[in-house]
């Protein structure tokens, strides 16, 4: 025999006795087979014999199995809750769920200083109806910026320019705020303010303009 198969011999030697054995140490194996402790620890540093002993290892192991599951069995049927569990999990009957749950680091410093979640919600959302109520009305010529912007270069073009408002248009202006400062006064509407009116407070004028001289028309066809 060659010191090639000699060695793969004393080496498949080595396996077997290490899956029937497995208490045994590496000292002790060298005895067995009748070789160094040193020639064992080369052996270990091979990947290829890991490698081989692992592969012999699980065909002993599998083999084993139906054994190991009959036992498992008869402890269940016995009434072993541990050994049913078991079994029922090999088997795929049973399946355990896990459930992890992960705390950011905010959710970690709130329950440091046990502080509740809800607390902070409901002080943002406070804060958050203090700021809204305090929002200036909502301009509609906002909701077209590009429109907005193109008007107001205009209009500063026109000032760089020295080109005012022409006075016709002036003119046209003074006579419509005239002649709605009559009908106001007319049917006891106030006047806007002297500062100068939003859109939105200019409409609602205008709408309760409308309204009280509806009223006042009717009242005089009654």
Do not use: C, M
């Given at each position: 025999m060659s010191n090639i198969e000699l060695k793969k011999a004393n080496q498949m030697a080595a396996i077997d006795l290490m899956i029937h054995n497995p208490?045994?140490?590496?000292?002790?194996?060298?005895?067995?087979?009748?070789?160094?402790?040193?020639?064992?620890?080369?052996?270990?540093?091979?990947?290829?014999?890991?490698d081989m002993y692992y592969k012999k290892y699980m065909v002993s192991f599998n083999a084993k199995l139906p054994m190991v599951l009959n036992s498992m069995i008869?402890?269940?049927?016995?009434?072993n809750v541990q050994a049913g569990r078991l079994v029922l999990e090999h088997s795929g009957k049973l399946v355990k769920n896990i459930n992890v749950t992960v705390d950011?680091?905010?959710?970690?410093?709130?329950?440091?200083?046990?502080?509740?979640?809800?607390?902070?919600?409901?002080?943002?959302?406070?804060?958050?109806?203090?700021?809204?109520?305090?929002?200036p009305e909502r301009n509609p010529?906002?909701?077209?910026?590009?429109?907005?912007?193109?008007?107001?270069k205009k209009a500063v073009e026109r000032i760089k320019e020295g080109k005012p408002?022409?006075?016709?248009?002036?003119?046209?202006?003074?006579?419509?705020?005239?002649?709605l400062l009559q009908r106001a006064k007319k049917v006891g509407l106030e006047p806007l303010p002297?500062?100068?009116?939003?859109?939105?407070?200019?409409?609602k004028w205008l709408e309760k303009l409308a309204e009280l001289e509806a009223k006042q028309s009717h009242t005089h066809q009654a």
């Open positions: 208490d045994l140490n590496k000292k002790q194996l060298a005895e067995q087979i009748n070789v160094s402790h040193r020639t064992i620890q080369s052996w270990f540093a091979d990947d290829r014999f890991v008869r402890e269940a049927v016995e009434g950011s680091p905010f959710e970690k410093f709130l329950k440091a200083e046990q502080i509740d979640a809800e607390d902070i919600l409901d002080a943002e959302s406070e804060e958050v109806a203090e700021i809204i109520e305090t929002l010529e906002n909701d077209k910026p590009k429109k907005r912007q193109i008007k107001e408002p022409s006075r016709q248009k002036k003119r046209e202006d003074r006579a419509n705020r005239y002649a002297s500062r100068r009116p939003t859109a939105s407070e200019k409409r």
